[in-house]
């Protein structure tokens, strides 16, 4: 079935810095993928989301490209702050359309 | 405002005990769902629900029940026969019930822990 794996965290940088956090999938198709955020202690909140191949979602300074060629829907922002701390979950949908995460990766950016 | 509801935001259950975590949104969404997320796991799905009084088992259904008696409510009973219950518990709905490309809303989630 449907799945995405994602880099282990925590992934730690310094204000400023640039973020990259891999998310690679295996899918039947090609469904739409999400990028979910989860600060401290709430829910998860829709960060982005491509719908086809070669699409670029993007939102908050965050983007993220649906490759098919690598099978990838990498997360990047060019310059992340203090408040970009937090668990950022890549997403899918799997069996009966149920959506799938992946592990989450955990942010941590000090001043 | 539009969105979840989940209570308690703390609950602590006594062993052997039957507790139950509540779930309403007010999003006219069709489609429930509760996943557990333990540290460093993930999500994973206990129970879903795509609609009225229908629901199915997610991949670790065992000591848990729900019910979808209204559209707008989904509760999640955590049972005795659940020997590690202590996690962090959302809920989730969406508007369709299938497609893929619907985005989830979630709730602010409940801390369950073990007395």
């Known amino acids: 079935g449907n799945s995405v794996t994602q880099m282990e965290g925590p992934v730690t940088l310094s204000e400023e810095a640039f973020l990259t956090i891999n998310c690679t999938y295996t899918?039947?198709?090609?469904?739409?993928l999400f990028w979910y955020v989860q600060y401290p202690g709430e829910g998860l909140q829709l960060l982005l989301k491509?719908?086809?191949?070669?699409d670029k979602g993007s939102n908050k300074g965050f983007e993220a490209t649906y490759r098919k060629e690598t099978t990838s829907f990498h997360l990047e922002k060019g310059s992340v702050q203090v408040s970009d701390s937090a668990v950022y979950f890549c997403?899918?949908?799997?069996?009966?359309?149920?959506?799938?995460f992946g592990r989450g990766t955990s942010l941590i950016v000090h001043p | 405002d539009g969105g979840i509801t989940q209570s308690p935001k703390y609950l602590f259950r006594k062993e052997g005990q039957n507790v139950t975590l509540s779930c309403e949104q007010n999003l006219n969404h069709d489609a429930m769902y509760w996943y557990r997320q333990d540290p460093g796991q993930g999500l994973r799905l206990i129970y879903y629900?795509?609609?009225?009084?229908?629901?199915q088992k997610g991949d670790i259904a065992e000591g848990y029940s729900v019910s979808r008696e209204k559209k707008e409510s989904f509760p999640l009973t955590v049972t005795s026969a659940q020997k590690n219950p202590t996690a962090f518990y959302l809920c989730?709905?969406?508007?369709?019930?299938?497609?893929?490309?619907?985005?989830?809303?979630f709730g602010s989630g409940t801390q369950l822990s073990v007395l």
């Open positions: 989730a709905s969406s508007s369709r019930r299938q497609g893929g490309g619907e985005k989830l809303f």
């Open positions: 899918a039947t198709g090609y469904p739409s």
């Open positions: 491509a719908t086809k191949a070669d």
């Open positions: 629900s795509q609609i009225v009084n229908d629901f």
């Open positions: 997403a899918l949908p799997g069996g009966s359309y149920i959506p799938t």
